[in-house]
């Protein structure tokens, strides 16, 4: 489980090893084996839901013509 | 324009260019700027972006131009059969000897011309599938960038700032600054849509823009806005004015959300619903692994209740068996044979017995053998007699008996049949 994987991604996986469990064709070792990686992805989600990452930004054209994307000052709005 | 005429005559005589170039001047001067309403047919379009076609009505023509740098104004599509109004100024064409109205402005009749213009845009996109819902993306569930084309200032890009906060937050926002209304808004919108489609990482856009009136919001009514949203490859999610506000971009978008505020909501899950979520996966996955431990628990259990494993000697006893059996039947058999052999043998020696020569001695008969001469002393076997043939007197005989036997010498020999 790299760090960069998406909350999106985990959860998909996730509910790909609930799926593969409810089926009832994994061995004992396997269906153990795939709980365990189940459980790594539930805490890695909900670890992520608790993270605040959020990045807003503006694209600004610069004198070149290129787009670059700066910091938006959300705080500029509110006032 | 001196009338250039001799007089000698009393007549006063025109060529034809003189007297047009005065029509021309008596009519150009009478109508600088007139409003014609009539019908408009023959239109044609010329590729040098001028418009012509007549305006009539029940009983009348007149020829009309719509020169490109008047009629690039003109939002609605001019068009046989409709009704319009006209703005220009009266012409006199000396080429065709023709009068005509040099249109400057033209406005539908009955309906604003917003109006109309969405109408016809609207039906014609319609027609050529823009709107059509196979072409429609799905809007990803959990975006991880959403890039906002907007107005950077305003309550529009605040309220959806404000519900982001409430929501998921492991996302990028990139908001691409574009005019939402007036002059360039929709070149602006476009270009923006393109540019976002070139940006890495973004999943979903959201053009966004608050309520106004029709006029407001026409830069989301432009072709070329709806070209860029059907041209997008990331789902675009129109978020125009308000919910009762319908524009071409909501219909050619992937989904139209009813607010700007709503786009937030729709594009990005509450956190509580994403726990909900996370809580009954892991619910689910407990509740499947508890499953699969009694699925082989209850096989263990029934391997374990198995005669195989219950009573493991169970099959080399009964092999053991199984040979012993077959051990007792080969005896019996053998001993049988015997027997049958030992009557056999036993029924031999009987018959054998009755066939047996010292029995009939037994019974008083006996045994003649000639002993040829000379031998008579040296005990060589002699032939039995069954003729008295060849048996002359003096010949040496032995007589076998039961109890012995008798060497004698024949005295006569008769020869007698016997019957």
Redesign the interface.
């Known amino acids: 489980m790299t760090a960069e994987m ?3 991604e985990a ?1 998909k996986k ?2 790909r ?2 799926s593969d ?2 089926s ?1 064709e ?1 061995s ?1 070792d396997d ?2 084996k795939r ?1 365990e990686e ?2 790594k992805l ?1 805490q890695f ?2 670890k ?2 608790e ?9 600004v054209k610069t004198s070149g013509g290129k ?1 670059e ?1 700066k910091p ?1 000052d ?1 705080k500029a ?2 006032g | 324009m001196p009338s250039v005429n001799p007089v000698e005559t009393g007549r006063l005589i025109y060529s034809v260019t003189q007297i047009t170039r005065e029509i021309k001047v008596v009519l150009e001067s009478a109508f600088p700027q007139v409003w014609v309403e009539g019908e408009v047919s023959n239109f044609k379009l010329h590729s040098s972006g001028h418009m012509y076609f007549a305006l009539k009505d029940a009983e009348s023509v007149l020829n009309c131009a719509f020169f490109r740098g008047s009629n690039q104004g003109v939002k609605f599509q001019i068009k046989d059969g409709l009704k319009v109004l006209c703005f220009g100024r009266i012409g006199f064409y000396n080429k065709t000897g023709q009068a005509q109205l040099y249109v400057e402005k033209a406005e539908p009749k009955g309906v604003g011309e917003l109006q109309l213009a969405f109408e016809q845009l609207k039906e014609r996109l319609q027609k050529e599938g823009l709107f059509d819902q196979a072409h429609k993306r799905p809007i ?3 975006p ?1 960038k959403i890039g906002i084309v907007t107005s ?2 305003g309550a529009v ?2 309220d959806i ?1 404000h519900i ?2 409430r929501r ?10 574009v005019k939402v209304q007036g002059e360039g808004a929709a070149g602006q919108i476009s270009e923006a849509i393109n ?1 976002l489609n070139r ?1 890495k990482d973004i999943d979903v856009l959201i053009l966004a823009r608050g309520g106004g009136s029709l006029e407001d919001l026409w830069a989301f009514n432009e072709e070329i806005v709806a070209r860029a949203i059907y041209d997008s490859d990331l789902p675009v999610i129109s978020a125009v004015g308000h919910e009762i506000d319908y524009t071409i971009a909501d219909f050619v978008a992937d989904l139209r959300a009813p607010t700007p505020s709503a786009a937030a909501e729709i594009v990005i899950a509450r ?1 509580e619903d ?2 909900g ?2 809580d009954s ?2 619910k ?3 509740s ?2 508890d ?3 009694s ?2 628990e209850n096989r263990l259990a029934g391997i374990l209740e198995s005669r195989a494993f219950k009573y493991p000697l169970e099959m080399i006893e009964r092999y053991e068996q199984e040979i012993d059996d077959l051990c007792r039947r080969g005896d019996s058999h053998f001993s049988h044979s015997v027997e049958i052999r030992m009557e056999k043998l036993n029924s031999l020696i009987g018959k054998l017995d009755a066939l047996s020569p010292l029995a009939v001695l037994k019974r008083g008969y006996s045994i003649t053998l000639h002993i040829p001469r000379g031998k008579v002393l040296s005990g060589a076997k002699g032939k039995t007699l069954r003729d008295v043939k060849g048996i002359k007197t003096g010949d040496i005989i032995e007589t076998r008996l039961a109890g012995g036997r008798l060497t004698s010498e024949v005295k006569q020999v008769a020869k007698e049949e016997i019957e």
């Open positions: 998406k909350f999106e959860l996730l509910e090893t609930v469990l409810e009832g994994l004992l269906s153990l709980y189940g459980v539930a989600c909900s992520k839901l993270t605040a990452r959020r990045k807003v930004e503006i694209l787009l994307a938006f959300e709005l509110e | 990803p569930m959990l991880s950077p200032t890009i605040r700032l982001l906060r998921f937050n492991d996302i990028g926002i990139l908001i691409y600054p540019d940006i956190k994403l726990s979520k996370l996966l892991i689910d996955m407990r499947f692994l499953n699969a431990v699925l082989y």
